[in-house]
């Protein structure tokens, strides 16, 4: 009798193999409060590198980090009209503070454009202060009716950009240098997803938003998830608040804006891009365990050894971990690190060490060879870096291989349907079409432009949509 | 007539100084609720340092980042009686979400004991799960009355830990761990303040502890500021949520818990520890900026000069900032400079260029040199390293001049009034002395040991109460 699979097969039930991995690799669980969740060390661990890639590449692009309150006034989010209408249904609201009624109920973030500009129209006095470029890490909440653990949930941390500048060209470039060089950057080179970078329609838009631009990652069963966000916010909160800066000739200007978020939701992005029927691939450049150096045996010699090569891939600048739990049996082990996509499993037994080698799993691969101990932690660096690749190239051939050229609205819905990513000309397919598609809860993704660029308009000629299914 | 100084002098009103140095230094602002903060880049900056040093010896001391959900369902409060009592009257409660009024209200949490151990009761099952070692950053809100930046704030940031232990001894073993390794050790190393080690009265524990561990600093108006807690929680809250495990024996046993935490607060306690009529001075190892080298003219030879002497200073492992805005007046930015108590200035102009040499202006100690332009890089970290050493010493020499012994409540209670710390005997002060103390507010900030180490129970012979007002 074949054993149970571990997880369900993706092809059997994709959202089950999904929440099955979760579980299993000891990512997440749901919070006690609907919509919640708590993301335990190794689910933590991988959002913990997500943010220092992504911190160092906001802090390159001259960003500086700071923090605002959680708590907004009920009557601010009331203050930018489309705004408000985008967010009411969401928010979760205090009503009672320090034992009493308030006078005014709060509402917990669901994001702080009004909150920041608050702060902002007080910051900004002259040109001088201009650009302002503000980063903080926080926790926001959106009552959500459906979650999905790391894909909507009430409660997310992310990070969100907050810019000011003084014409629409500089702010309208910068939120095009953070879509590229912060998200797109961190997201092909590091998570190794081959990301569409397009154009989000009107119906698409942020609320207050006068151009979203999207970062769209094409999942494993051909769905797409929106990976992170880039908006030019022209002066709409600035009007709002009153964010006004003294020009070079003494007059009074709006100041015109960007914000930029992406969150948690990129472990789920993650898991859905690389994750198997064995369970998750890290890639490497991510992974806080690049590889797992495990002791088969309690034997004194076989501990040495796994010591020795921890401390020998250290010293390569790879990031280890030794598991000498010989206590639980190796094959739960060996099982453990394949769940939660290790991309190198050293393995030593006594076996090994009489013919002076290890085992070396690897895990995006799938392999498994008899190596010399010797050449063991010399091998891993190249091999790390070529998994990487691999994940970044296996992403680009599946999303290829699930886009499909279509040239009516029936056909994008009929792909997107069966589970892909149809282009159609977006002069084909309209805001009509995109109704209609939403029927079938098909959705345009973005828009992308004929040469495969950012379209700097929605109806600029040869612009393509594309349309999916999306989490 | 005499230039207005920039802050209220410490001497005519500390708490005005206070606000003032927050305001003018750009540390932060209040925000639009009552009670909260908007964190400015600089001030966040300082707390990114404490938390980077913070987080570093939190995995070396073997706990791992988690992040469990900021919305507690109500009942779980209630759950463990003395908790709840602390408790109740600080919470914020969510009544609304998602447009709807919610079945059972939830609260926003003020710390995480009880969320985490309903987690706690699932993932422990065996003596193998334990220790069990988590940390994690995360807001918390607690309804402030009287609300002060960074000291008593609605919202604050920090971290809190929480471990489940096999027996009593390790539980209390890590707490006294943390309170010393963790702790004190940043405390002291890096924050450059001489904090006292103490134990609490049952007066002062954290609600539902069975021992609070404390770390007490003594800032410049002789108040007293609690930088930090280590709770040991015995088994209280593995009763109150069942978080059991199997021993080796096969028996069910509870586990034995800590928690502990420490936040924003300490930014605070920098200001008041360090900082003088001049502003703040930040301790060189904590300092996000150590030294800045400033342009006093727009120059072409004093702007290569000021650049090549940032890069120097990086490569000798400096965190070092490069003034060049010469269209704002160098006296206004070096007062600025001064405010945010950057350790080093390095001040180079034409007149300097001329000679050689640059003018070394040292934060700390207050002094003002000139060198020689080729030897200024190679004197920076000595001389960083020597300021951090005189705030450690002057904070030590400051406490030991603030306090006092004294063998009366009246006395204590005198010595406190008067801005200073009294030591007198447990034995004489007792739970009623503690009591008339209160009345004046004053407390009982810790018990010492008579050996200055930290007692193992209340009523220890030789057992000293440190008394004082407290922030």
């Known amino acids: ?277 064995q369970g998750l691939r890290v890639p490497p450049r991510l992974a806080p365990v690049q590889a797992v150096v495990l002791a088969i045996k309690d034997d004194p010699a076989v501990l040495e050894q796994v010591h020795a090569i921890g401390e020998r891939l250290t010293a390569a600048g790879v990031r280890v971990r030794v598991d000498d739990r010989t206590d639980t049996p190796f094959g739960r082990r060996a099982v453990d690190w394949e769940l939660k996509g290790v991309p190198v499993r050293i393995e030593v037994g006594p076996r090994d060490l009489e013919n002076g080698t290890a085992v070396l799993a690897r895990r995006i691969p799938g392999s498994k060879e008899s190596v010399a101990l010797s050449a063991v932690a010399g091998l891993v660096p190249d091999l790390l870096e070529e998994d990487q690749q691999r994940l970044l190239s296996e992403s680009r051939i599946r999303r290829r291989t699930l886009t499909s050229e279509v040239t009516t609205v029936e056909e994008a819905a009929e792909a997107a349907l069966a589970g892909g990513v149809a282009r159609i000309p977006w002069a084909t397919l309209g805001e009509e079409g995109e109704a209609r598609l939403a029927e079938h809860s098909v959705s345009v993704r973005c828009l992308v432009a004929e040469d495969g660029s950012v379209p700097d308009r929605d109806d600029a000629p040869g612009n393509v949509a594309l349309v999916a299914r999306a989490y």
């Open 1 to 277: 009798m074949a054993k149970a699979p571990v997880l369900t097969p993706q092809a059997d039930d994709f959202p089950r193999w999904y929440q099955d991995l979760i579980t299993k690799a000891e990512l997440a669980d749901n919070g006690p409060v609907r919509g919640t969740m708590v993301i335990r060390p190794y689910g933590y661990g991988l959002w913990e590198r997500m943010q220092q890639e992504m911190d160092a590449r906001i802090k390159r692009a001259g960003a500086q980090n700071a923090y605002f309150p959680l708590f907004i006034p009920q009557s601010y989010l009331t203050k930018e009209a489309e705004h408000v209408e985008g967010f009411a249904p969401e928010l979760a609201v205090v009503t009672h503070g320090g034992g009493k009624e308030l006078d005014e109920p709060v509402v917990v973030r669901p994001t702080s454009e009004t909150v920041v500009n608050a702060s902002f129209a007080k910051w900004v006095q002259s040109y001088r202060d201009l650009p302002l470029l503000i980063n903080q890490w926080a926790n926001v909440v959106r009552w959500e009716m459906r979650p999905r653990v790391f894909l909507r949930t009430t409660e997310f941390l992310w990070q969100e950009g907050h810019t000011a500048h003084a014409t629409y060209e500089e702010a309208r470039d910068y939120a095009a240098h953070i879509h590229r060089e912060v998200y797109a950057d961190f997201m092909i080179n590091v998570l190794g997803i081959d990301v569409v970078l397009g154009r989000k329609t009107a119906a698409e838009r942020f609320a207050g938003a006068v151009n979203t631009l999207t970062l769209e990652g094409v999942m494993r069963d051909g769905k797409a998830l929106q990976m992170g966000t880039s908006h030019e916010l022209g002066t709409n909160f600035a009007k709002a608040f009153g964010t006004h800066y003294l020009s070079k000739d003494g007059a009074q200007e709006l100041v015109w804006q960007t914000s930029w978020g992406s969150s948690t939701r990129m472990v789920g992005g993650l898991i859905m891009a690389h994750g198997d029927d």
